[in-house]
């Protein structure tokens, strides 16, 4: 079991920045895979960007250069940095743990880009 706390969503201006962060309840050293997804109203939930244990990450290209996701093990947190936000990137955001194949979602954290 494990269970994941988002925080950091809000209200910004486009342009501006956000750091979410998500707190993980096991070691996030354990996961098979962790990332950020997001899910717009009346779209489906797609993938942000992901790393690895390794530290290799990826993102969707429509956040590459913008976004970047990161982890402190030490914490059992992962980060994604939201750089030049735009309103196409307003939607709930949700933390994701894999472990064997199982995913674990946190409860997720609105992000609104609005000027």
């Known amino acids: 079991q494990v269970q994941l706390v988002e925080s950091g969503g809000g209200l910004v201006q486009p342009g501006g920045s956000l750091r979410l962060a998500c707190v993980a309840s096991?070691?996030?050293?354990?996961?098979?895979?962790l990332g950020w997804y997001r899910q717009a109203p009346g779209k489906q939930r797609e993938l942000v960007a992901g790393?690895?244990?390794?530290?290799?990450?990826n993102s969707a290209d429509s956040v590459k250069d913008r976004f970047t996701i990161s982890r402190d093990n030490a914490k059992n947190t992962i980060y994604l940095q939201m750089n030049s936000l735009k309103p196409e990137d307003t939607a709930v955001y949700y933390c994701?743990?894999?472990?064997?194949?199982?995913?674990?979602w946190g409860q997720g954290t609105q992000v609104t880009v609005a000027s």
């Open positions: 994701n743990y894999n472990l064997l194949g199982y995913n674990y």
């Open positions: 790393i690895t244990s390794s530290g290799s990450t």
């Open positions: 096991r070691n996030i050293f354990e996961a098979n895979g």
